[in-house]
């Protein structure tokens, strides 16, 4: 099931930023006191009462006079709103109730969707604060007291987003269905890409960046297996996110991509990794997603005998961190090589599914200790006791020694790769958790 997604809204400067940075632990969000600082979507995981979730910070919604901007803003909201499981209004307790206040939360009242009525910049302790009462004629409920920078109220906050959550009712899916996710930034060719598979114009495809809005589901079934594929809008650079709409398509993105089982990273041939596609690769990476690196536009690029291998050194320096994701040269334009793409898909996605023994993983473990004894520090030893597989989508090994501190990122990789050749983990990252069983065993 799907992580649900829970957006922070509200009118600018009442403290949007702040309350994300302290519920997600992380300073991740500008935080500055000028309406609007806020340009771009940001997301960040959070965990509470064993529900994981993802958090959103937004801009701003402030209905203004002009029409142009108000109906900029309203779709801005009715995309936030359309997009969340739960919604976070947050208000400021120190300017009261404002007119922009009561046309946000009337947005989200026609919405139907569950609101949690925060009223932040509550900072003292002690009794309730008699002017958080007006808050009630916004008609979302309770409003809850918060102080984003001391973070007074935040466990209550939490408490009743968790409880309007959707039931954790497993999907009923067809199991063979493998729902690819279609990544990258704008007019790299996703579009194109999807109509050549498809082999008719479901979507809109435009020399103009940013033409795809939303995330689009097709089904497709071939001689390779069954398939979605989750069409999504390009993401751009921050600099470039000044189109509310374009703001949360990139919300889509990161949701197709948490829906999806694999993910094809689209690259331009003729740009090559630019910054903006190592940021993509790295938000399928973070998720754990089985991944495919698709160089698209290959028939636009002049050739000679080493072009091919020299671009896929390129990809491979460009995003190191992805070594294990195949790379496919193809055209959407012409079809060249598209039909490849379904044996990379099918064997990325079994790779990421595949569940391995303890009996297994502990003979290559005693194979891979003899070959390369663990390290030493200061006369100590690494002891490694056993391995076991704790989870798949991704791999997640669980690895037993005597202490943790003694085990070196590079021997942990070096153990990663004897799983990755011996079991043909090609295309998924891997989980490795190391534990430590105790000095008395040690």
């Known amino acids: 099931m799907a992580k649900p997604i829970v957006a922070i809204v509200g009118r600018p400067n009442v403290g949007k930023s702040l309350l994300f940075n302290k519920l997600t632990g992380r300073r991740t969000a500008i935080v500055e006191d000028t309406p609007g600082v806020t340009r771009d ?32 803003m309203r779709r801005q909201a009715e995309i936030a709103i359309e997009t969340a499981d739960v919604i976070i209004m947050v208000t400021d307790v120190t300017v009261g109730l404002t007119a922009a206040d009561s046309a946000v939360g009337s947005m989200l009242q026609r919405s139907k969707k569950p609101v949690v009525l925060a009223v932040n910049k509550c900072d003292s302790v002690g009794q309730v604060n008699a002017d958080v009462y007006e808050f009630y004629a916004l008609g979302l409920g309770d409003p809850i007291e918060v102080s984003a920078v001391h973070g007074h109220g935040t466990g209550d906050l939490l408490d009743a987003c968790v409880a309007a959550f959707p039931e954790e009712v497993e999907e009923e899916e067809d199991e063979d269905v493998i729902k690819v996710a279609i990544i990258g930034k704008p007019n790299v060719g996703k579009s194109s890409l999807l109509n050549r598979i498809l082999g008719e114009e479901r979507v809109i495809v435009s020399n103009v960046a940013g033409t795809t809005r939303d995330a689009i589901d097709s089904y497709f079934e071939n001689e390779h297996g069954k398939y979605l594929f989750i069409d999504t809008a390009g993401m751009r650079r921050k600099s470039k996110v000044d189109d509310a709409i374009e703001r949360y398509s990139n919300l889509r993105t990161v949701s197709a991509i948490e829906r999806a089982d694999v993910c094809l990273i689209l690259v331009d041939a003729q740009e090559g990794v630019t910054d903006q ?24 690029v002049e050739k000679d005998t080493n072009t091919m291998a020299k671009m896929t050194e390129e990809v491979r320096r460009d995003l190191a961190y992805m070594t294990y994701a195949p790379v496919v040269f193809l055209s959407a334009l012409t079809g060249q090589r598209v039909d490849r793409i379904f044996e990379e898909i099918n064997a990325v996605s079994n790779a990421a599914a595949m ?40 791999p997640h090994f669980i690895i037993f020694c005597n202490d943790a501190r003694l085990f070196h990122f590079s021997y942990q990789r070096y153990l990663e790769n004897q799983i990755r050749s011996v079991f043909g983990l090609v295309g998924t990252p891997v ?12």
């Open 41 to 72: 979507r940001l997301y960040g995981d959070c965990e509470w009462n064993g529900r994981t979730f993802s958090l959103v910070d937004t801009g701003g919604i402030e209905p203004g006079t002009d029409s142009e901007m108000l109906q900029f």
């Open 355 to 394: 569940r391995i023994t303890t009996g297994m993983l502990n003979n290559i473990l005693e194979d891979a200790m003899a070959r390369v004894q663990p390290p030493s520090d200061k006369g100590r030893r690494l002891k490694i006791y056993y391995m076991t597989q704790a989870g798949v989508k991704p």
């Open 431 to 442: 989980r490795i958790t190391i534990r430590q069983k105790g000095d008395k065993e040690g």
């Open 277 to 300: 596609d190592t940021k993509i690769a790295g938000l399928a990476h973070e998720a754990g997603k089985a991944s495919i690196i698709v160089v698209n536009k290959w028939d636009a």
